[in-house]
Each structure stands twice: as structure tokens, then as C-alpha cells.
């Protein structure tokens, strides 16, 4: 599985969007983007996946760049509640046995009032 | 979607003993894994638990030291055995269905050992 770089902190004003930006430029063909996060003392929460066209959901948007090395999570109106550790993680997409992901660190993003 | 959860929620324990964390889906899933995620740290896989299998370990990680039980499609155990301070950890179990598209995660076991 390709490798992804977040960075590792980003702050945001509630209310107003954040952008949480990923790197994948090995990514291959066939390798999905998937986005957890994780709320302090709780376990992941699945955000949101794409292969290369935008996807939204309730919860956040995803844009991927047209040649797929990098994609950015848009929350589009950030809250309190959104403060979590931001994963971005690439993936075969019903990859059979090799299912697992692989987590980085991740970005943590910090709402402020 | 799926709600897993987890017993205990956390626990502190004696160097050389061992615990069983048990995880509970309530409804069935194909594939359930056990993670583990160090202070500070990212989540590592252990294992894929596999329905009437052994389970499928990763690199670090062996059957004696940490055996795991998954007898139907709903339910698995995860035993840390003869524990050491580095044992220390969350330990969490997630499950995916049969599109394996996103994975959903219990609320994780805190582990103390002394």
C-alpha cells in the first residue's frame, strides 16, 4: 500500500471550514483513499473514501487531484466536536486478503471557539 | 454500520498474568481485527480474527503471546498473556463487512500492567 504524509497539527476556527491536506504520490491505480478519525479516547470513525472523483457525504467532502497524488477532507463548517486525529490512508479496494490498513500518525486538528 | 463494543474498558494488571478483552459486533461481520495503539502512537494491527480458524497474525506478533478467539460472526477475544509493563496500551477490535469498504471500531481497552 502506498505511503501517505498529513502533517502532524492544524487549527481551525469553529464555524469556519478546515482543509485537512494528504500526500500519496505513489499511489497506484487501483488504491482507494480512505479518511478516519479519531475523538480522543475513542476508537476510529470512518469519514469518507474516493478513488479519483470528489465524494461527499454528511460529514465531510473529499477532492482528489486530477493525477491522484494528494486529496485534501473539507469539513465545511468545523465544531468543537470535530477536534480528533485526521487519518488518510490508501488502499486496495476489496483488496481480498491484504484488507488491512495501514495508519500514520495522522493530522490532529485542533477547533477553536 | 455496526456498534462494537468492548469489555473491559480498561483494566490494570500484574506483570505475568493475563487478560481476555472480549468484543462484541451487534450485527454479523465478515472480517474482525485486533489493533493495538501505544500513548501517543498510531493504531498497529495484530491479527485478523478468523470464524472457526486460527487467526491470521501480523509481523511482531505471535499466537502464544496473544491468542484470539472468534467462534461466531459476532463475537472475538483477544488474550494479552504473561504481561509486561510494554504491554501497556489500547488494545481495540474492529469489523468490516463483506464489501470491506470501512471498518468499525469498538472504544478500545485501556491496559495498564505494573
Known amino acids: 500500500d502506498a505511503k501517505t504524509t498529513q502533517p502532524p497539527s492544524m487549527d481551525c476556527a469553529e464555524g469556519r471550514a478546515a482543509n485537512l491536506p494528504c500526500n500519496h504520490s505513489?499511489?497506484?491505480?487501483?488504491?482507494?483513499v480512505y479518511w478516519y478519525r479519531q475523538i480522543h479516547s475513542q476508537g476510529p470513525q470512518y469519514i469518507i473514501h474516493?478513488?479519483?472523483?470528489?465524494e461527499t457525504n454528511e460529514m465531510a467532502s473529499l477532492i482528489i487531484t486530477e493525477d491522484r497524488k494528494s486529496s485534501t477532507l473539507i469539513l465545511p463548517h468545523a465544531t468543537l466536536r470535530d477536534t480528533a486525529v485526521y487519518y488518510c490512508?490508501?488502499?486496495?479496494?476489496?483488496?481480498?486478503?491484504?484488507?488491512?490498513?495501514?495508519w500514520g500518525l495522522g493530522t490532529s486538528l485542533a477547533v477553536n471557539p | 454500520s455496526a456498534v462494537i463494543s468492548q469489555k473491559p474498558s480498561r483494566d490494570i494488571c500484574q506483570r505475568g498474568t493475563s487478560l481476555t478483552i472480549q468484543c462484541q459486533v451487534d450485527?454479523?461481520?465478515?472480517?474482525m481485527f485486533w489493533y493495538r495503539q501505544q500513548p501517543g502512537q498510531s493504531l498497529t494491527l495484530i491479527a485478523t480474527?478468523?470464524?472457526?480458524?486460527?487467526?491470521?497474525?501480523e509481523s511482531g506478533f505471535v499466537i502464544d503471546k496473544f491468542p484470539i478467539s472468534r467462534p461466531n460472526l459476532t463475537f472475538s477475544t483477544l488474550t494479552v498473556s504473561n504481561m509486561s509493563p510494554e504491554d501497556s496500551s489500547i488494545y481495540l477490535c474492529s469489523g468490516s463487512g463483506a464489501s470491506y469498504n470501512e471498518q468499525f471500531f469498538g472504544p478500545g481497552t485501556r491496559l495498564t500492567v505494573l
Open positions: 480474527a478468523n470464524q472457526g480458524s486460527e487467526a491470521t497474525y
Open positions: 490512508i490508501v488502499r486496495l479496494f476489496n483488496a481480498g486478503n491484504n484488507r488491512k490498513l495501514i
Open positions: 505513489t499511489i497506484s491505480g487501483n488504491e482507494y
Open positions: 474516493g478513488l479519483k472523483n470528489n
Open positions: 450485527s454479523q461481520v465478515t472480517m
